[in-house]
């Protein structure tokens, strides 16, 4: 069964720490998203890449920073976590041809 | 800009009654268009997609949607809904130049009453 996994479903975290959101797929995907998502908002993305070490702003970028060391693997960095980061984190996936996105089951992440 | 309107954030049904759930594109060509669905505290299930060719697509859990381009909707409809349906659904689209890089609607809330 092809997956998107996200390492954690809830997390707590006090303002200033810098946090670290881990996703990883194991379809080959080329394409790996970041989106937060927030009652009333919908999703938000913050980042994306398009291969290995490449990537690109989405809409709400500010706060955040990203890694893609390897093809599989997407992180999303809160370099200093503030309360208004507090969201639901969903890590999202898919191939260079498009088709639509595979999503991870979501980061519920609190800072404090 | 291309952009995705689900006009109802929230809708009630009961149990066995029909459901549409509406969505409206702005593009100026045809997009790709899907549907998800998120149950509560889980992430994004794909439903449906809708490249090209005919324009009533089956997807899973025994929903259906259909392009109309004159009127730059993709309705999901479902002829009977299940308690298990209760969820948040998600229109969303790409575009032919960019079709990476989905858009999504805000969403609409679905309660199902038994």
């Known amino acids: 069964d092809v997956k998107v996994t996200q390492s954690s479903r809830y997390l707590v975290k006090r303002t200033g720490e810098k946090v670290f959101l881990e996703c990883v797929q194991d379809m080959d995907h080329e394409n790996m998203f970041w989106y937060r998502q927030d009652p009333g908002l919908g999703l938000r993305l913050i980042y994306f890449s398009y291969d290995v070490k490449m990537k690109e702003k989405g809409d709400i970028p500010e706060g955040y920073s990203v890694s893609r060391e390897k093809k599989e693997r997407f992180s999303l960095i809160l370099e200093s976590a503030s309360t208004n980061q507090t969201s639901m984190y969903l890590c999202?996936?898919?191939?260079?041809?498009?088709?639509?996105?595979?999503f991870g089951s979501g980061t519920r992440l609190t800072v404090v | 800009a291309q952009s995705v309107t689900q006009p109802d954030i929230h809708i009630t049904v009961s149990e066995g009654a029909s459901l549409e759930l509406r969505c409206n594109y702005s593009?100026?060509?045809?997009?790709?268009l899907f549907w998800y669905v998120q149950s509560p505290g889980q992430g994004l299930q794909l439903l449906l997609k809708?490249?090209?060719?005919?324009?009533l697509v089956q997807g899973i859990k025994g929903f259906e949607a259909e392009f109309k381009r004159s009127q730059s909707s993709f309705n999901l409809r479902k002829p009977s809904v299940h308690w298990s349906d209760a969820a948040e659904y998600f229109c969303a689209v790409a575009t032919l130049y960019n079709t990476d890089k989905l858009i999504f609607g805000t969403g609409t809330r679905l309660q199902v009453f038994p």
């Open positions: 593009y100026g060509a045809t997009p790709y």
């Open positions: 999202a996936s898919s191939a260079a041809t498009g088709g639509g996105y595979t």
């Open positions: 809708y490249f090209s060719g005919d324009t």
